[in-house]
């Protein structure tokens, strides 16, 4: 009996021939997906466009600048400051010694106007180290708010009211006092009381403040 030494068929491809490309799957493309949208909105992400932006001649690996913000960026999680000092501090030398290149350049140059441009330009680098240096003294030493109540202290009688009064319902003592009684309506007529005082004489000792009669009158009403 003679035995067959031939190998089944199989669906690999033989050694130089082109295999198939695995086609993912709908999770795998949706997790694909997740995570590059995941990456491109990280703040880590958008830094290293910028750094890769302004690198210098020698290539920067992208990839390695997002590790070194996320190290970062795990420092300070743990609440330590020490990466965010470092940085301004850095920055505010840096501004520094841009004033320093400016202000040299401005004696040296031909004109008002250039000079005049130098120098503002240094004093705003100045302007900017001096910022960074304040914001690196209150990140160091952050400033505490206090609240301290209200001392009052006089001789003698004193009310201090703090805060609004609430509403009363009461009348004050002026309205106690003098009570308005002339426009009371009376009774159900909702009609005004009458006038109860007497009436005042008219005035005859004086004619020149008496009243104007008719002879008197102007005969054409003006207006």
Known sequence: MTKNNTLPKTDIPAEGENRP????SEAQIE???NYMAKTAMSPEFSAALVVDAYRPEGKLDFLAIMAQLEAQHAILAADS???AENMLMSQAMALDAIFSQLAVRAIHAKGLDQTQCLLGLALRAQNGSRATLQTLGELKNPRHTTFVKQANIAQ???QVNNGVAPASTSPTLAQEEFPDSTNKLSGANHELLEDSRAASPAITGYPVVAAVDKVHRAK???G
């Open 31 to 33: 997790a694909k997906n």
């Open 156 to 158: 003698g009688q004193q």
């Open 81 to 83: 400051l020490v990466q």
């Open 220 to 222: 054409v009403r003006r």
């Open 21 to 24: 490309a695995l086609q993912p």
